[in-house]
């Protein structure tokens, strides 16, 4: 079945970083664009960055432009999320979203995973 | 920068009554060579991610109950449950994907049983 299961989520202090992982099965992982979603606790959706479905195009939110980098590995159906210099206010749950159109950034988001709690603490 | 608004931020409806939300974006998702809007509605349940109900302003995801349904075009949308039931207790997001992210969500509507 089709399926995006997210990783990596943890406890960090300020000023450190992590990376998320997002694997996905069920679906030709290559032919689509994948996001990356946040939600602070109690908070509302937070778009946080895009790649192509070939990673050629990559677009982030302003809030995480030069510290968060997303990657693709197709070959290994998988979605990264380097997260550098982490803040506070990075503190949500991220999750992978898979855009609904094959070979488009411009479309809605139709497989979602659970999600992957970060917490930046001191 | 591209705002999206929703009104109410919350309401109470009774079960079987008709439950209407507004989302506005501060510029048109229309896109004029398709005449297509780029615009899409979730739910989203406590504890779980978000759920896609409609794409394309009106466009019914696949497994939707048909009580749900979309509309609007340029800046001003709609999405209105027809005859609320118990599980459609959640919260509701408008979201822009139009031409060059950002990808905008609304801030959410929280619809409860009155």
């Known amino acids: 079945q089709v399926q995006l299961v997210e990783s990596g989520g943890g406890v960090v202090q300020p000023g450190r970083s992590l990376r998320l992982s997002c694997a996905a099965s069920?679906?030709?992982?290559?032919?689509?664009?994948m996001h990356w979603v946040r939600q602070a606790p109690g908070k509302g959706l937070d778009w946080v960055a895009v790649?192509?479905?070939?990673?050629?195009?990559?677009y982030y939110a302003d809030s995480v432009k030069g510290r968060f980098t997303i990657s693709r590995d197709n070959s290994k159906n998988t979605l990264f999320l380097q997260m550098n210099s982490l803040r506070v206010e990075d503190t949500a749950v991220y999750y992978c979203?898979?855009?609904?159109?094959?070979?488009?950034?411009?479309?809605?988001?139709?497989?979602w995973g659970q999600g992957t709690m970060v917490t930046v603490s001191s | 920068d591209i705002v999206m608004t929703q009104s109410p931020d919350s309401l109470a409806v009774s079960l079987g009554e008709r439950a209407t939300i507004n989302c506005k974006s501060s510029?048109?998702?229309?896109?004029?060579?398709?005449?297509?809007?780029?615009l899409a509605w979730y739910q989203q349940k406590p504890g779980q991610p978000p759920k896609l109900l409609i794409y394309?302003?009106?466009t019914r995801e696949s497994g939707v109950p048909d009580r749900f349904s979309g509309s609007g075009s340029g800046t001003d949308f709609t999405l209105t449950i027809s005859s609320l039931q118990a599980e459609d207790v959640a919260v509701y997001y408008c979201?822009?994907?139009?031409?060059?992210?950002?990808?905008?969500f609304g801030p959410g509507t929280k619809v409860d049983i009155k």
């Open positions: 979201q822009r994907y139009y031409h060059t992210p950002p990808l905008t």
């Open positions: 979203a898979r855009g609904l159109e094959m070979a488009t950034i411009m479309a809605a988001f139709d497989i």
């Open positions: 069920g679906f030709t992982f290559s032919s689509f664009a």
């Open positions: 790649i192509s479905y070939d990673g050629s195009d990559k």
């Open positions: 510029q048109s998702v229309l896109y004029s060579s398709n005449n297509k809007n780029y």
């Open positions: 394309w302003a009106s």
